[in-house]
């Protein structure tokens, strides 16, 4: 695979070292642990729902997802939205590893050639530059779990049918030795992201009103009700970045599969700013038989 300029880059370095987590390996192994000591492990994990925020804001939330998950992973499978490029159906890096101050994270080369045979999947670097919503989960897994090889998956706007399409290619990976990874944070409150479903008079009004949004929606994600949470959100607009991410992942677990709600946090808990928030979840999938 290559590009008019010349090779593409076999290995994808890292944006927000420094920044939405520390940059130093050691801080942030220390950090990552600390985190999960708060966490357990849950007799059997599938797939994990956890929020892509930085470290100081989700970070404890996601803690608790990556420690449900456990080890033993040969392979985790990151499902996550497109926030800054527009594209249909799903996107792939086409790279053998992923950078993090923790180290190389290699790329899985065996599903990457797979996905890849989906219409909808397209092999696609571009997307992944800016985006941060993959880079956020890898080093939760390189503490978990140093050997996991990893596969991340952009996904952008679905048509009808698309999602069905998605969750057809992802079902074969959703077996033993594979942890799939939804990155989604919940409802998005505020002018900044043209969703105020009650003014921002005061903390408690605020914090309410996105705890309600989040619980209907998780009620519906956690009882793998693909349809009743896509009527949600369109009834109450909640702004939920990676609702397809979630679609494709509800639409791929087989029937009598179940999540289960691990925390529930918002922003509020490490800012005091209420005329902005974001809920974050981390939920635990067992899939059905």
């Not at 420690?67 to 992973?73: F, H, I, N, P, R």
């Not at 993959?134 to 952008?156: M, N, S």
């Not at 990874?181 to 309410?208: E, I, K, M, N, W």
């Amino acid at each position: 695979m290559s590009d008019p300029a010349g090779p593409l880059p076999r290995v994808k370095e890292p944006h927000l070292a420094g920044r939405w987590y520390p940059a130093a390996a050691d801080v942030l192994a220390a950090s990552v642990r600390e985190m999960l000591a708060s966490g357990a492990r849950r007799p059997r994990t599938d797939a994990i729902l956890v929020p892509h925020a930085a470290y100081e804001y989700s970070g404890p939330t996601a803690a608790r997802g990556f420690a449900a998950a456990g080890t033993g992973w040969r392979r985790a499978l990151v499902l996550a939205p497109s926030h800054f490029a527009a594209f249909r159906g799903a996107a792939v890096l086409p790279m053998t590893a992923y950078r993090t101050p923790l180290g190389l994270l290699s790329i899985d080369q065996e599903a990457l050639g797979a996905l890849t045979r989906c219409p909808l999947i397209r092999a696609n670097p571009a997307v992944f530059v800016r985006e941060h919503a993959v880079e956020i989960q890898l080093p939760w897994l390189q503490v978990i779990d140093p050997g996991t090889a990893i596969v991340p998956v952009l996904v952008g706007r679905l048509d009808a049918g698309d999602g069905e399409t998605l969750a057809g290619a992802l079902r074969p990976w959703i077996a033993p030795g594979t942890l799939v990874v939804v990155s989604s944070d919940l409802v998005h409150y505020g002018r900044r992201f043209d969703y105020l479903p009650v003014p921002p008079t005061d903390r408690a009004t605020v914090a309410g009103a996105v705890a309600r949004l989040d619980g209907g929606a998780l009620e519906h994600v956690t009882a793998c009700d693909i349809e009743g949470f896509g009527r949600y959100v369109e009834s109450t607009g909640a702004t939920i970045c990676g609702r397809y991410p979630i679609e494709v992942l509800l639409r791929a677990l087989p029937a009598g599969s179940r999540g289960e709600v691990l925390a529930h946090t918002t922003s509020l808990d490490a800012s005091d700013e209420h005329d902005h928030v974001v809920g974050y979840a981390a939920v635990a999938f067992t899939a059905g038989s």
